[in-house]
């Protein structure tokens, strides 16, 4: 079992940015795919990006050109830079892998977006 551990969230302004990370119990390396995943209020969670272990990204929509996702190797830690945060971007922010291991979903971390 994995455990993930999500921290960077809080509260921002619309059009402010935050710096998400991911950190794991085991070693990131062997997992093919890892995500970042969003649960807005009353919506289901879902992918927002993805980065496969030779650092190609994909990102949803909603997202793609205001956020960034990296692996920082040396501090086996995902990396989610967030720009130009909208209101809709409110949600708690979980990572996990693509596809994601269901028993091992962490805390989260909560980012608010709010003038």
């Known amino acids: 079992q994995v455990q993930f551990v999500e921290s960077g969230g809080g509260l921002v302004q619309p059009g402010g940015s935050l710096t998400l990370s991911c950190a794991a119990s085991?070693?990131?390396?062997?997992?093919?795919?890892m995500g970042w995943y969003r649960q807005a209020p009353g919506k289901q969670r879902e992918l927002v990006a993805s980065i496969e272990y030779v650092g190609l990204t994909n990102y949803s929509e909603s997202v793609k050109d205001r956020f960034a996702i990296w692996r920082d190797r040396s501090k086996n830690t995902v990396i989610l830079r967030m720009n130009g945060l909208l209101l809709e971007d409110t949600g708690v922010y979980f990572c996990?892998?693509?596809?994601?291991?269901?028993?091992?979903w962490g805390r989260g971390t909560p980012v608010t977006v709010s003038s």
């Open positions: 085991g070693s990131m390396a062997k997992y093919g795919v």
């Open positions: 996990n892998t693509w596809p994601p291991r269901n028993d091992d």
